[in-house]
């Protein structure tokens, strides 16, 4: 079968994605590169296919892609024959997109005047680039009118495949005539429109198909059931580069759970919605395991005991609406919009589950004060930055009660600066800790909460107020050099722009007040006085630290958490 007629299949519907199937995730780059191993005559692979009549969930491929695209599925109606992919999707949408669609409303355009020898072969050899018409028009033009300078002329693929040949020879004497082409250039011109034709429409070596059940009569035995396809889907994506463990689980629960191919993107969607928390499927499906009395280990073997899938069936709309509190919670109270400043989003899986086990889905009042402390203190200590199922699962079977929950209990702030004691070695609310997380301590200290930002010019930086450079020529240690008091964060474009001048210099004309409440002090910005600034701003940050996140030096005190440290012994 050629690329053409396979791409015709798919523009018809006969060709589907089953539900099991991720989404397309190919960048322009890589759908230019494949393009390129085609015209070069190199075979692109074998794709899996299986042919059924089965009455199971299926998608179309994305003809016109955007990044922001939420894919629906329908069952395939009882009786209609198709083919489903179940190995080489990405290979395939790509080929879609090249010949009859758009990637993010641009169109793929080929360079016929490319094709030059190379001695490095790993060099694309054949040009492509996604643009809109316009953008080609105007390129075009440009070589037209210059074309002792030009080296390229640009031509919508997709329309290759489909030109007669007295069309294609107009075609050709048109760029011959418009950009005065010498014999050479003719030749190559002539080599890569009949090549692309023939790469494209006659050449069925190229991409070859492999269909389980191809021909067998409907109502066959020898036919693969859906469970069979699933289980040579996971085991075809555990040989190659895996998918994500989350993605197998995602496959399995549209399965047995036909509902959650629409339920789980719509639901992360509506989060991200409204928020730059980024929540993702392996945060959704790790509560989901939570809450469901599943453990946080994304373990796809669960999902072969069809009970365990009847759990999280059971489970998610409380879970959804936990981690919809979760996320209130975090922006609202705790003020922050980015979970890269909590280490990560793997921090928020013991909240989802204490607001699930809490009254009506949200934290009580009287447990907002330590929760809220809780949040900041495995921020800082990163306690789930790393082991995250292992470490995850160990505080709330160790911490949580259920019960106590449940009966809108306080949150259980002691035991949980313990089992961070236990696990980390921070026994209090010192310049260590807030050392430990220079991204979250500036956030606060400069009431920034990491949400997005319009201009990438105000893309916020975290840099040394004093710089690095002079001031290890100057003999200072690397300790002193990057230690807190010597960061803050600046937009970009400013941050940039400084290069190595003395903070004196380049904070003139920033105005007193805004240094006062990013902690900095004028007076202190000469090198000479650089350890009394580091001395004066540490003891002020850890200050306004301990108030701002209610961590008190005295509450890790009456704790007496010396010696406790365990280490990594998850």
């Not at 996604?130 to 693929?157: C, H, M």
């Not at 365990?308 to 879970?319: Q, S, V």
């Not at 934290?363 to 200590?381: C, M």
């Not at 921070?426 to 956030?443: K, P, T």
Request: with cysteine; charged share 25%; glycine share 6%.
């Amino acid at each position: 079968m050629s690329i053409t007629q396979l791409v015709q299949e798919i523009d018809a519907g006969e060709i589907v994605l089953p539900a099991i199937q991720r989404d397309f995730v190919w960048g322009e780059d890589q759908i230019e590169t494949l393009l390129d191993s085609l015209l070069r005559g190199y075979p692109i692979g074998i794709a899996l296919l299986w042919e059924t009549y089965e009455p199971i969930q299926v998608r179309r491929f994305s003809k016109d892609y955007r990044t922001d695209i939420i894919h629906k599925f329908s069952d395939n109606p009882k009786g209609r024959r198709v083919r489903m992919v179940l190995d080489g999707q990405q290979r395939l949408n790509s080929l879609y997109v090249a010949l009859k669609g758009t990637y993010d409303g641009k169109t793929l355009f080929f360079d016929v005047l490319s094709g030059r020898h190379s001695e490095d072969y790993s060099e694309q050899k054949f040009r492509f680039k996604f643009a809109t018409d316009s953008e080609i028009k105007a390129i075009n033009l440009q070589a037209v009118e210059a074309p002792d300078r030009a080296n390229a002329y640009w031509l919508s693929l997709g329309s290759l495949t489909s030109v007669s040949p007295i069309e294609m020879a107009r075609t050709r004497a048109d760029i011959v005539s418009k950009m005065q082409l010498g014999q050479d250039d003719q030749f190559r011109l002539e080599a890569n429109l009949l090549g692309a034709q023939h790469a494209l429409t006659t050449n069925a070596e190229l991409l070859k198909m492999q269909v389980i059940d191809a021909n067998l009569p409907t109502d066959s035995s020898a036919r693969k059931t859906a469970f069979d396809i699933l289980e040579i889907f996971v085991r075809i994506n555990r040989q190659g580069v895996p998918l994500k463990r989350s993605d197998l689980i995602v496959s399995m629960l549209r399965l047995y759970w036909p509902q959650a191919s629409d339920l789980l993107p719509a639901f992360i969607a509506e989060l991200n919605s409204s928020s730059n928390l980024n929540f993702d499927n392996d945060f959704v499906i790790r509560c989901m395991f939570a809450v469901s009395g599943l453990g946080t280990r994304l373990d796809f073997e669960l999902l072969r005991n069809k009970k365990n899938i009847e759990k999280l069936k059971g489970t998610y709309e409380g879970c959804f609406d936990a981690i919809r509190s979760t996320r209130d919670f975090i922006k609202n109270d705790c003020k922050i919009d980015n979970t890269r400043l909590l280490g990560g989003i793997s921090t928020l899986v013991p909240f989802v589950f204490y607001m699930y086990h809490s009254p009506n889905k949200s934290l009580p009042l009287r447990a907002k004060t330590d929760a809220t402390r809780a949040i900041f203190l495995f921020g800082f200590s990163k306690l789930f930055s790393q082991h995250i199922e292992s470490r995850t699962a160990a505080y709330i079977r160790d911490i949580f009660d259920e019960r106590t929950i449940a009966a809108a209990g306080k949150f259980p702030i002691n035991e949980t600066i313990q089992h961070v004691a236990w696990k980390t070695n921070f026994v209090a609310s010192d310049r260590s800790l807030f050392n430990n997380n220079h991204e979250l301590a500036l956030a606060l200290v400069q009431n920034l909460p990491g949400g997005p930002v319009a201009y990438v010019g105000n893309l916020p930086e975290v840099d040394h107020i004093f710089p690095k450079s002079t001031l290890h020529e100057r003999g200072f240690d690397w300790q002193k050099i990057n230690d807190l008091a010597n960061f803050w964060i600046l937009p970009r474009g400013i941050n940039r722009n400084k290069t190595n001048s003395a903070p004196k210099e380049y904070l003139k004309d920033v105005d007193d007040s805004l240094l006062a409440d990013a902690l900095i002090d004028r007076d202190l910005l000469t090198f000479g006085k650089f350890d009394r600034f580091l001395k004066v701003r540490s003891a002020r940050i850890v200050e306004m630290l301990q108030a701002r996140t209610k961590l008190t030096a005295k509450l890790f005190e009456a704790l007496e958490l010396e010696d406790v440290y365990e280490g990594d012994g998850d």
